[in-house]
């Protein structure tokens, strides 16, 4: 059965405007929207720490407004301008500008440019693809941008750090699935148990890490994957064995790095710099057919720890602000 747009649809719109800086779900319609060549029935969408930053004005992600708020999709094209996809293929789109210049996926239907779009692999739902979103996609990311830089499981383990957050988690279950020994960084010791579940060997509350103060400190691990930044990844950065490198993908604890050069020119560390949303179509294609197949975590419902609608996710961006969430959350947008 061929699917049709509605005359109005459901979306979180957010507006800053002389009544201030709000989101809300609001029935629109699909002339609201910004101009793409594709139509499509957004199924699935994801919670990402970004889209908390948005949808509540405590970071400046949106460039215009108004604008629906969600990074990511998946979905079913519903109309096509372009040759490459036809009515009824399922496909997904991360980042690429999604709730910063353009429309994202809180929205029951959308519209985006087929450029930015990858046709869903074999081997992943839409659904799944949610629980892996930006998220799962960064991870993946960081360890394929290590890997080019000569990472290998022989040299040793490969600490997580913001490891019960959403990249965190996937990290550790995508490296552990792809054979490293994984460590884990975190301030919440509750979630100790699964972290292991996950994959990790060690997990080390970060209250009780205490760095040296030397510009190099004995090397304790291969590499790292660091969602934190600031003071985290300036005291990782001087306990990073010879040739490692450091996957840069994150900001929580920070956007300031106060270290030196020592790391980089006595041990060859390598710091590596993560954009997924503006990662190039070959390797983002590329990614998530690895997603859906050697690299697919074995743990992705595990991983998901919640499911809401469009009127859940005020709560949920409370939660994961104040540092109260865990794995991923998924939102579901049409519920035939």
């Not at 064995?241 to 390598?270: D, E």
């Not at 992705?300 to 949920?316: A, D, F, P, T």
Request: hydrophobic share 40%; charged share 20%; glycine share 12%.
């Amino acid at each position: 059965m061929a699917i049709e747009a509605p005359a109005s649809f459901k979306a979180l719109r957010i507006r800053n405007d002389e009544a201030g800086y709000q989101s809300t779900v609001e029935d629109i319609a699909l002339e609201e929207l910004n101009e793409g060549d594709l139509t499509v029935r957004v199924d699935w969408s994801s919670v990402n720490y970004k889209d908390a930053l948005a949808g509540t004005g405590k970071g400046k992600i949106l460039h215009r407004f108004p604008l629906n708020g969600g990074i990511d999709m998946a979905g079913t094209v519903v109309t096509s301008g372009n040759e490459r996809f036809q009515a009824g293929d399922e496909i997904i789109v991360t980042g690429c500008g999604l709730s910063e210049t353009r429309d994202g996926g809180y929205s029951q239907f959308t519209r985006v440019d087929s450029a930015s779009a990858v046709p869903l692999p074999a081997g992943l739902s839409s659904r799944e693809a949610m629980i892996l979103g930006t998220a799962g996609f960064t991870a993946a990311l960081s360890l394929l941008r290590m890997e080019a830089n000569g990472q290998t499981p022989a040299a040793g383990p490969i600490v997580v750090t913001g490891a019960s957050g959403g990249v965190g988690s996937m990290a550790i279950n995508i490296l552990s699935h792809a054979g490293y020994e994984v460590h884990a960084i975190s301030g919440k010791v509750e979630e100790f148990d699964f972290l292991e579940a996950l994959g990790a060997s060690q997990c080390i509350s970060r209250h009780d890490l205490h760095w040296g103060q030397k510009p190099l400190e004995k090397s304790i691990w291969a590499g790292c994957i660091d969602n934190v930044g600031g003071d985290m990844l300036a005291g990782i950065s001087r306990v990073i064995h010879l040739w490692g490198n450091i996957a840069c993908c994150g900001m929580a604890g920070g956007h300031g790095l106060h270290t030196t050069v020592f790391p980089m020119i006595l041990r060859g560390v390598s710091l590596l710099g993560i954009s997924s949303n503006n990662c190039p179509y070959d390797t983002r294609r590329m990614l998530w057919d690895r997603l859906a197949n050697e690299w697919k975590p074995p743990m992705l419902e595990e991983i998901m720890s919640r499911e809401v609608g469009l009127s859940g996710l005020s709560e949920v961006f409370t939660d994961m602000l104040d540092g109260n969430s865990k794995g991923r959350t998924i939102v579901r947008l049409n519920d035939d």
